[in-house]
T-cell receptor
Framework: KQEVTQIPAALSVPEGENLVLNCSFT??????LQWFRQDPGKGLTSLLL?????REQTSGRLNASLDKSSGRSTLYIAASQPGDSATYLC????????????FGKGTTLSVSS | DTGVSQDPRHKITKRGQNVTFRCDPI?????LYWYRQTLGQGPEFLTY????????KSRLLSDRFSAERPKGSFSTLEIQRTEQGDSAMYLC??????????FGSGTRLTVV
């Protein structure tokens, strides 16, 4: 059974710091991996999607990497800002068809000014 | 296109009552998903539709839960005889069949 773990559960940093969020999954046979952002009481916003054949994806200050063989992904946030404060969720898709995403519990990030 | 819409945003109900939530996906998306998220947890899959066909249901979807997607457009999720353990955020997502998902803002259910 696929399980997704995110470490740390919470993280507090001062504005301007670079930071790394970690995601691990138990079964390397994934179709893709996606990072989402969730603001309190809101839905999910997709940040980056990495196909199983890819090693990394970048969008602005965000960079996500994927090491499928070791079952790990990282989300790197450069020059953090208070507006980055949110919960970041990692999710894996295990099949090509309509199979569901399996989520971790998330990392709650707080960036202080 | 305004994205995935969910209604209502919040619902407070008494234990034992029935509730129904609605999801309007992005119009050209043929796949629709329901997830449930409790406090401090990641979303958990409930069910999935491709067009009007319900193709997969999680074990979390007890017989008190039913979902429909008539004509492959909007979807409804009904919970009968609500229990306090049903209190959660119910999230809907749609997909065009490719790798990406678009989530709605969710319906927060509180059972008192």
């Amino acid at each position: 059974k696929q399980e997704v773990t995110q470490i740390p559960a919470a993280l507090s940093v001062p504005e301007g710091e670079n930071l790394v969020l970690n995601c691990s999954f138990t079964d390397s046979a994934i179709y893709n991996l996606q990072w989402f952002r969730q603001d309190p009481g809101k839905g999910l916003t997709s940040l980056l999607l990495i196909q199983s054949s890819q090693r990394e994806q970048t969008s602005g200050r965000l960079n996500a990497s994927l090491d499928k063989s070791s079952g790990r992904s990282t989300l790197y946030i450069a020059a953090s800002q208070p507006g980055d404060s949110a919960t970041y969720l990692c999710a894996v898709k295990v099949g090509q068809a309509g199979t569901a995403l399996i989520f971790g519990k998330g990392t709650t990030l707080s960036v202080s000014s | 296109d305004t994205g995935v819409s969910q209604d209502p945003r919040h619902k407070i109900t008494k234990r034992g009552q029935n509730v129904t939530f609605r999801c309007d996906p992005i119009s050209e998306h043929n796949r629709l998903y329901w997830y449930r998220q409790t406090l401090g947890q990641g979303p958990e899959f409930l069910t999935y539709f491709q067009n009007e066909a319900q193709l997969e249901k999680s074990r979390l979807l007890s017989d008190r839960f039913s979902a429909e997607r008539p004509k492959g457009s909007f979807s409804t999720l009904e919970i009968q005889r609500t229990e306090q353990g049903d209190s959660a955020m119910y999230l809907c997502a749609s997909s065009p069949g490719g790798p990406g998902y678009t989530f709605g803002s969710g319906t927060r259910l509180t059972v008192v």
